[in-house]
T-cell receptor, first 115, second 113 residues
Framework: AQSVAQPEDQVNVAEGNPLTVKCTYS??????LFWYVQYPNRGLQFLLK??????LVKGSYGFEAEFNKSQTSFHLKKPSALVSDSALYFC?????????????FGQGTTLQVKP | EAQVTQNPRYLITVTGKKLTVTCSQN?????MSWYRQDPGLGLRQIYY???????DKGDVPEGYKVSRKEKRNFPLILESPSPNQTSLYFC????????????FGPGTRLTVT
């Protein structure tokens, strides 16, 4: 069965420092991977996705993610964190078979960026 | 504007009183899903629909019903709500044309007392 793990419940970084939010996956075949962000009292917003091609994917708000097939990881990164990046981040993988339209989500990682 | 809408946004109800949460999308997406979000558990799929009149159970379907009579609408029905259904609910739509990227509604916070 497909699964996603986010090993950290919370990540704390100082504003201006680089940030990494970790995600590992377990899927059969080639994965479709996604990152979403949830701000307080808001729905989930799409950040970026990896389907195929370049292992480094660039997304919204300056975020990027690196697909590493050998380590089955898809870590979210940003070179310089902003206080406004503080939110709940979810990694997700497309379920298979794909005709369910379903994504399997990790449990989420709270990112806290301090001034 | 492309969007998924849900109503109501907040709902407090009592055990056993039937309720419906509506969901509508304007993107002509074939797939629609309902998720519930609980602390520490991420998002779990309740039901999904692959197109009009085609629905199936997700991971946590007990106590819920859905219907898909029109492509744009996908209501979630709780026939007899119980306190363990207190949660944050999200409707989402997607299409194979965008690699199943999910578009989420703003969420419905349900409290069952």
């Amino acid at each position: 069965a497909q699964s996603v793990a986010q090993p950290e419940d919370q990540v704390n970084v100082a504003e201006g420092n680089p940030l990494t939010v970790k995600c590992t996956y377990s899927v059969s075949g080639n994965p479709y991977l996604f990152w979403y962000v949830q701000y307080p009292n808001r729905g989930l917003q799409f950040l970026l996705k990896y389907i195929t091609g370049d292992n480094l994917v660039k997304g919204s708000y300056g975020f990027e993610a690196e697909f590493n097939k050998s380590q089955t990881s898809f870590h979210l990164k940003k070179p310089s964190a902003l206080v406004s990046d503080s939110a709940l981040y979810f990694c997700a993988v497309r379920d298979k078979p794909s005709n369910t339209g379903k994504l399997i989500f990790g449990q989420g990682t709270t990112l806290q960026v301090k001034p | 504007e492309a969007q998924v809408t849900q109503n109501p946004r907040y709902l407090i109800t009592v055990t056993g009183k039937k309720l419906t949460v509506t969901c509508s999308q304007n993107m002509n997406h074939e797939y629609m899903s309902w998720y519930r979000q609980d602390p520490g558990l991420g998002l779990r799929q309740i039901y999904y629909s692959m197109n009009v009149e085609v629905t199936d159970k997700g991971d946590v379907p007990e106590g819920y019903k859905v219907s898909r009579k029109e492509k744009r609408n996908f209501p979630l029905i709780l026939e007899s709500p119980s306190p363990n259904q207190t949660s944050l609910y999200f409707c989402a739509s997607s299409t194979a044309r965008s690699s199943y990227e999910q578009y989420f509604g703003p969420g419905t916070r349900l409290t069952v007392t």
